[in-house]
Structure formats: C-alpha cells, structure tokens
C-alpha cells in the first residue's frame, strides 16, 4: 500500500518564525508532489508542486524535495496567524497506468501564534 | 474564470439512502477526480473520469458510483449509505492536455466540497 506520512502534529510556532513541515512517501516511482492548505471547513487550496530534487521558491514558501530519500518538506518563512491551517502533503501515483491518483499524508495543524 | 463548483454544500440523509453529488470543473479542464475527506484525515481518492469514463477508482465499493457528461461535468452517487459515510466529499479538476505553464497539467484545483452527514 502506498503511503505518505507527514509529522505529526500540532505545530505551534511564534509569528515570524519559520515553520517546517515534512513528508516521506513510500512509492519510489512518484514523480509529482503538492502542498495544498486547508482552512477549518474549507477545502484544500494549492500552494505549491514540485518535481525536480532541490527547492523551490514561492514567496515566503520554499518546497524542498530528495527523491533519494523520498523525503519533501514545506517551509514558511516569517510565518503569519492567517497561516494557521492543516497542511496537506499529496503524491502523484507513478506508473504507467496513474493518470493522476493524489495519495495524501493525514496533514499537519499549524497554529502561528502571534 | 469560474473556480471548480459542486452541490449542494451540505446535505443531510439517513441509512439506506441514495445520494448524487454535483460537480463542475474548472474552465479549460476536462479531468474530474473525486475524494472523501473524513474529519481529521486526508483526502481518499475515490476514482476519477476523463471521457465520459471512469479512467481509475480508489479503494471504495461499488456503492460509490460517477458519471461525466460531455460537458466535462461530474456527479458522484452512493447508494445505500451507511453512518461511515458521513464526510467532506472533494471535486477537484485538472488540465489533460499540457499548458503553457511547465507541470500545470497534472495540478488538481479542488471546489469547496459536500459536507455529507449521514444520520
């Protein structure tokens, strides 16, 4: 079974801080991976995908992936209160029969507390 | 530019019932995934329509049922429902062909979801 994990949570962290979120995944072959965000009652919302090893940066949010170790991490610099959400890591299933199958991790609450 | 849609936002029913969810992709998107999101979990993939047809399906029983109409569309059914089924169930939609923007294709943009209380 294919499965992606992320630390467990909750997270608290003074605002201005930075906030560092980590995920491993099990299935070797993935090739895509998403961050998304979830406000209480709301749906996910997408902050960032990253395929290639290495960071990727987006504003105050940087996404760090290691196929080696199958290993991806978001961090948030200068983490704001409207951060405060679940923090949902999600993998694209590999293979040639995947046609776009997202296995999450059960998410990360981050509470930025001011 | 209309965000991915679905109906109705809540929805209260009792064992046994059938229910048919709504869902409406995104402009220019003609893949439509569905998942479950049980309180405090992640979302579970439930299956997914490109064409008119079920492309690929998670781990759920066939109680769970779609349909994609040629407007890229979806509805979701589950027949005979149970206490357990009671949870947040996510459309998200995707670009099939690529975009211009390198990776866009397999990015799933998801709608506010169905909060489906089963009583």
């Known amino acids: 079974q294919k499965e992606v994990e992320q630390n467990s949570g909750p997270l608290s962290v003074p605002e201005g801080a930075i906030a560092s979120l980590n995920c491993t995944y099990s299935?070797?072959?993935?090739?895509?991976f998403f961050w998304y965000r979830q406000y209480s009652g709301k749906s996910p919302e997408l902050i960032m995908f990253?395929?290639?090893?290495g960071d990727k940066e987006d504003g105050r949010f940087t996404a760090q992936l290691n196929k080696a170790s199958q290993y991806v991490s978001l961090l948030i610099r200068d983490s704001q209160p409207s951060d405060s959400a679940t923090y949902l890591c999600?993998?694209?299933?590999?293979?040639?029969?995947?046609?776009?199958?997202?296995?999450f991790g059960q998410g990360t609450i981050l509470t930025v507390h001011p | 530019d209309a965000g991915v849609t679905q109906s109705p936002t809540h929805l209260i029913k009792t064992r046994g019932q059938q229910v048919t969810l709504r869902c409406s992709p995104k402009?220019?998107?003609?893949?439509v995934s569905w998942y479950q999101q049980a309180l405090g979990q992640g979302p579970q993939f439930i299956f997914q329509?490109?064409?008119?047809?079920?492309?690929q399906r998670g781990n759920f029983p066939d109680r769970f049922s779609g349909h994609q109409f040629p407007n890229y569309s979806s509805e979701l059914n589950v027949n005979a429902l149970l206490l357990g089924d009671s949870a947040l169930y996510l459309c998200?939609?995707?670009?099939?062909?690529?975009?211009?923007?390198?990776?866009?294709?397999?990015?799933?943009?998801f709608g506010p979801g169905t909060r489906l209380l089963v009583l």
């Open positions: 998200a939609s995707s670009p099939l062909a690529p975009s211009s923007a390198s990776g866009r294709r397999e990015t799933q943009y």
């Open positions: 299935d070797r072959g993935s090739q895509s």
């Open positions: 990253i395929y290639s090893n």
């Open positions: 999600a993998v694209k299933d590999a293979g040639g029969t995947s046609y776009g199958k997202l296995t």
């Open positions: 402009s220019g998107h003609d893949t």
């Open positions: 329509y490109y064409e008119e047809e079920e492309r």
